[in-house]
């Protein structure tokens, strides 16, 4: 049987070595070389216009709000709408701005509820942030229209979304101004740790490359293939972060996303099997995937009224499921929102995410499938 996780990562070992044997042999391992090359790989793929490969999805996030926040000379009165069904890093990201948040609700893919938000608009709302949790599109496309109803900027957390598509397109292609994605140790396309930053606009990329280099004009890569006495001089035009990827994690990332579809594939492969074996178990719901979404299938959650309890006696069974997410309100920091949402509390007290791996079996899903009806109340 195979381990029984929530999430084990599944690596092709040789061809990883591979690629990060190319950087140790040339003696590149940092900024450009294949960070360059998984960023044309990822625009390949997914067929936006732009992708710039970072640290990590959170710093990506950041700098989506800080570029936004300078561009069109947001305050610290304008608002962002945001999910509270979600982890830490899409509500912390928009506070490193000192922007501030309001929440609204989730409907029954928990993703971000149109209705709530049109409700939760008001003079100093300047953007809403999509979470695709789970891989799952929600009501994107409604959102999305009423962003543009409002002129509001719309920003895709899509840290469970790589791969997921939306009437055949990438969700969110045409629809959002930036589209924040995570290649992080457990996702669908895993790493180390890192992501990808993807603006609609070019211009924004641009000062995204410089952000993410300590604000320096020039980075390292560029300035090496450069001839010249004056190929180490730069300018320091502003404030940045060391936010940058690198060329190891990036040649982890360009093999495991030679297999993504088919590693997709698999996922929703297991999804399906859990679906069929609860599907009159009028105790287990299920999450539902809307028409036109060919989720990622990042996470495989249910909904039961004992959940606590639950998780524990799967732990006896050597399962190990997991919670995503807990209510960001009932964090102190965001605890001024508290009972403003009120689907989105309810659900984060009776949603466990099941196993959900490449490693996984049918066997596997069976056994763990018995044991959750067993338990579940």
């Given at each position: 049987?195979?381990?029984?996780?929530?999430?084990?990562?599944?690596?092709?070992?040789?061809?990883?070595?591979?690629?990060?044997?190319?950087?140790?042999?040339?003696?590149?391992?940092?900024?450009?070389?294949?960070?360059?090359?998984?960023?044309?790989?990822?625009?390949?793929?997914?067929?936006?216009?732009?992708?710039?490969?970072?640290?990590?999805?959170?710093?990506?996030?950041?700098?989506?709000?800080?570029?936004?926040?300078?561009?069109?000379k947001?305050?610290?009165?304008?608002?962002?709408?945001?999910?509270?069904?979600?982890?830490?890093?899409?509500?912390?990201?928009?506070?490193?701005?000192?922007?501030?948040?309001?929440?609204?609700?989730?409907?029954?893919?928990?993703?971000?509820?149109?209705?709530?938000?049109?409700?939760?608009?008001?003079?100093?709302?300047?953007?809403?942030?999509?979470?695709?949790?789970?891989?799952?599109?929600?009501?994107l496309?409604?959102?999305?229209?009423?962003?543009?109803?409002?002129?509001?900027?719309?920003?895709?957390?899509?840290?469970?979304?790589?791969?997921?598509?939306?009437?055949?397109?990438?969700?969110?292609?045409?629809?959002?101004?930036?589209?924040?994605?995570?290649?992080?140790?457990?996702?669908?396309?895993?790493?180390?740790?890192?992501?990808?930053?993807?603006?609609?606009?070019?211009?924004?990329d641009?000062?995204?490359r410089?952000?993410?280099?300590?604000?320096?004009?020039?980075?390292?890569f560029?300035?090496?293939?450069?001839?010249?006495?004056?190929?180490?001089?730069?300018?320091v035009?502003?404030?940045?972060?060391?936010?940058?990827?690198?060329?190891?994690?990036?040649?982890?990332?360009?093999?495991?996303?030679?297999?993504?579809?088919?590693?997709?594939?698999?996922?929703?492969q297991?999804?399906?099997?859990?679906?069929?074996?609860?599907?009159?178990?009028?105790?287990?719901?299920?999450?539902?995937?809307?028409?036109?979404?060919?989720?990622?299938?990042?996470?495989?959650?249910?909904?039961?009224?004992n959940?606590?309890?639950?998780?524990?006696?799967?732990?006896?069974?050597?399962?190990?499921?997991?919670?995503?997410?807990?209510?960001?309100?009932?964090?102190?920091?965001?605890?001024?929102?508290?009972?403003?949402?009120?689907?989105?509390?309810?659900?984060?007290?009776?949603?466990?995410?099941?196993?959900?791996?490449?490693?996984l079996?049918?066997?596997d899903?069976?056994?763990?499938?018995?044991?959750?009806?067993?338990?579940?109340?």
């Open positions: 049987m195979a381990k029984l996780q929530l999430f084990s990562p599944k690596f092709r070992v040789d061809e990883c070595l591979e690629e990060i044997r190319e950087c140790l042999e040339k003696g590149w391992t940092g900024i450009g070389f294949k960070t360059v090359e998984i960023e044309e790989a990822w625009k390949k793929y997914t067929g936006l216009n732009n992708a710039h490969f970072v640290n990590s999805a959170t710093s990506g996030l950041h700098l989506a709000f800080k570029i936004l926040k300078d561009e069109f947001w305050t610290d009165k304008s608002e962002i709408i945001s999910t509270p069904l979600t982890f830490i890093s899409t509500n912390h990201a928009i506070k490193y701005e000192n922007l501030h948040i309001t929440f609204a609700d989730v409907d029954k893919y928990l993703c971000i509820d149109p209705v709530d938000i049109e409700k939760k608009i008001n003079k100093n709302t300047k953007a809403v942030v999509f979470v695709g949790i789970g891989g799952n599109t929600g009501k496309e409604k959102v999305a229209k009423l962003c543009k109803k409002h002129k509001l900027k719309l920003i895709i957390d899509a840290a469970h979304m790589a791969g997921t598509r939306l009437n055949g397109e990438i969700a969110g292609k045409d629809l959002a101004d930036v589209i924040v994605y995570s290649f992080q140790a457990v996702k669908n396309l895993p790493t180390a740790d890192s992501g990808m930053i993807c603006f609609k606009d070019e211009k924004f641009k000062k995204a410089k952000l993410t280099w300590l604000g320096i004009n020039k980075d390292t560029s300035r090496s293939s450069s001839k010249g006495a004056y190929k180490w001089k730069y300018d035009e502003e404030l940045g972060f060391k936010y940058h990827g690198n060329s190891v994690i990036a040649a982890l990332g360009l093999v495991q996303l030679k297999y993504l579809d088919v590693d997709n594939a698999y996922r929703r297991i999804a399906t099997w859990y679906d069929e074996l609860f599907a009159d178990v009028r105790k287990i719901k299920t999450i539902q995937i809307p028409d036109g979404c060919e989720s990622s299938r990042h996470a495989f959650m249910i909904r039961v009224n959940r606590d309890e639950l998780l524990l006696a799967l732990n006896e069974c050597e399962i190990y499921p997991g919670v995503h997410y807990r209510d960001n309100t009932e964090y102190d920091m965001y605890s001024y929102a508290q009972g403003t949402c009120p689907k989105a509390n309810e659900a984060s007290n009776q949603l466990l995410s099941l196993p959900l791996h490449l490693r079996t049918r066997q899903i069976e056994y763990i499938a018995q044991q959750v009806i067993a338990y579940a109340k």
